[in-house]
């Protein structure tokens, strides 16, 4: 959100996190001439509601640690709280493709998780299934692959 609004002087945001990431983020960024943009909330997605009548909600990197239930749940819960003509966008590692060469150690604690990395296919379905429109991917490949995708909620 820092780098962001660094960029945007215009931009406001808040980042819904457990409370010891809220706050270790208030932490950096409080000395930051942008910090009084930039406000947190302490809660657990899981069981907490979330706030209303946002323009944009990210899930970056977030949507892989949760059993594919629990993503989807998450995924609702944002729906809910946009606003009409909102954006969701998800950035998530994708699926390893392991080749027939050993990846590198450097991999290794990503490659834990590889039963986690979906598809994007598994979000694009949900996002059209609520109604969303202008559903984007993108692929980026990055030290393994990751992808972009963007959705438009109905109604702005």
């Not at 215009?10 to 406000?39: N, Q, W, Y």
Request: aromatic share 8%; with cysteine; hydrophobic share 40%.
């Amino acid at each position: 959100m820092l780098q962001l609004c660094r960029h945007h002087s215009e931009l406001r945001g808040t980042v819904l996190d457990l409370p010891l990431v809220c706050e270790i983020g208030m932490e950096h960024v409080l000395a930051e001439p942008e910090h009084p943009r930039i406000s947190f909330i302490k809660a657990d997605v899981r069981s907490d509601p979330l706030p209303l009548g946002y323009d944009l909600i990210t899930f970056k990197s977030m949507l892989h640690d949760w059993p594919a239930q629990e993503a989807r749940q998450f995924i609702d819960k944002a729906a809910r709280s946009l606003s009409p003509g909102g954006m969701l966008l998800i950035f998530e590692r994708g699926p390893f493709q392991i080749e027939d060469a050993a990846p590198p150690m450097s991999m290794l604690p990503l490659l834990l998780f590889f039963r986690s990395y979906r598809a994007p296919d598994n979000y694009v379905s949900q996002l059209q299934a609520l109604g969303f429109r202008d559903v984007g991917q993108q692929e980026i490949q990055l030290d393994s692959r990751f992808f972009l995708i963007t959705a438009r909620k109905p109604g702005g």
